[in-house]
């Protein structure tokens, strides 16, 4: 019997070493992935903050962009300010030209 238990131990120590190696190799396996993983996701988080800058680039771009429309908004206020003024003296010219003109033709 001894003979056999020893038959038995040693096969059962056999596929103790087969079932170790093989964790071992699913462990080794394992670990790989969550190293590729890693990879993936710094360039994932890499890829994140590009993104968030070009979005801090382009929320500065907007703000210029307004402050300039809004210098635009009010240059172009002033100039048609300026140009009714300028129609109004036109029309006042005008009409003392004609005075004028009036004046003239009748001496």
Same mark, same amino acid.
């Given at each position: 019997?001894?003979? $056999?238990?020893?038959? %038995?131990? $040693?096969?059962?120590? @056999? @596929?103790?070493?087969?079932? *170790?190696?093989? /964790?071992?190799?699913?462990?080794? $396996?394992?670990?790989? =992935? /969550?190293?590729?993983? #890693? *990879?993936?996701? &710094?360039?994932?988080?890499?890829?994140?903050?590009?993104?968030? &800058? $070009?979005?801090? =680039?382009?929320?500065?771009?907007? !703000?210029?962009?307004?402050? #300039? /429309? &809004? %210098?635009? =908004?009010? !240059?172009?206020?002033?100039?048609?300010?300026?140009?009714?003024?300028?129609?109004?003296?036109? =029309?006042?010219?005008?009409?003392?030209?004609?005075?004028?003109?009036?004046? /003239?033709? !009748?001496?």
């Amino acid at each position: 019997m001894t003979g $056999q238990s020893s038959s %038995d131990n $040693q096969q059962l120590l @056999t @596929t103790l070493v087969q079932a *170790t190696a093989e /964790l071992a190799q699913l462990n080794k $396996q394992q670990a790989q =992935k /969550l190293g590729t993983f #890693d *990879t993936k996701l &710094d360039t994932f988080d890499a890829k994140i903050e590009a993104i968030a &800058d $070009q979005i801090g =680039k382009l929320t500065e771009s907007m !703000t210029a962009f307004r402050l #300039d /429309l &809004d %210098d635009i =908004k009010e !240059t172009t206020r002033k100039q048609a300010e300026t140009a009714k003024a300028q129609a109004e003296t036109a =029309k006042a010219q005008a009409e003392s030209v004609s005075q004028l003109i009036a004046l /003239l033709g !009748t001496k």
